[in-house]
């Protein structure tokens, strides 16, 4: 086997130059493809509450009734380099109220099927743009579709947590980075070398 990997190798010897210039021609290539500027989308959600309230009604006699607000925070983010342009947000359902922020030019319009289309002319690179959503006695939508006119929108999982001081990971990076040394000398050990 090895011999004829070797004549193999020896019959390319007069085009190994040419064979080089094409590796890296199609490495550059790679390269390039993979860190190109391009737009990337991703949404999710990260809190909601639910609240009821009980509103008197007007004569004292009957009960009062009971409202239930529903409310929903969704997170858009253009995590690519380069502008998101016309960019859809669709909900299953129209809430009662909706805001965007930061404020910005948005349409919204109802479309088949009573869902809620949010219109975003464009999203920046590293925008981060956060839709409130408020249901009144009416069940809470889901994110029906997230798309632009470069790509589609990837749903992720957003979680609400504390924001260290810098000191903390700081040091937080430093141990981790003792960690993997460590783990290196003990591998080197163990292996002889």
Known sequence: MSETLASAWESLTPIYDDLTGLAFTLL???IVYFFRSRVKLT?????NSLNTI???????????????????KFFLKNDGRKPATNVEFVLSD??????VWEPRQAKYERIQKGNCLISIPQ???????IIDCVYLNQRAAFVASV???????????????RRFPGWFNWTAAILMLFGVAFIFQIVLKLTGS
Do not use: H, M, Q, R
């Open 28 to 30: 550059a290539g790679i």
């Open 43 to 47: 949404y999710g959600t990260a809190n």
């Open 54 to 72: 009980s509103v008197p009604s007007a004569d004292e006699s009957s009960p009062p009734t009971l409202t239930e607000i529903y409310t929903e």
């Open 94 to 99: 129209f809430p009662a109220d909706i805001s």
């Open 123 to 129: 999203i920046a690179p590293d925008e981060l743009v």
């Open 147 to 161: 798309k632009c006119a470069e790509c589609i929108g990837k749903e992720v999982p957003f979680w609400v947590t």
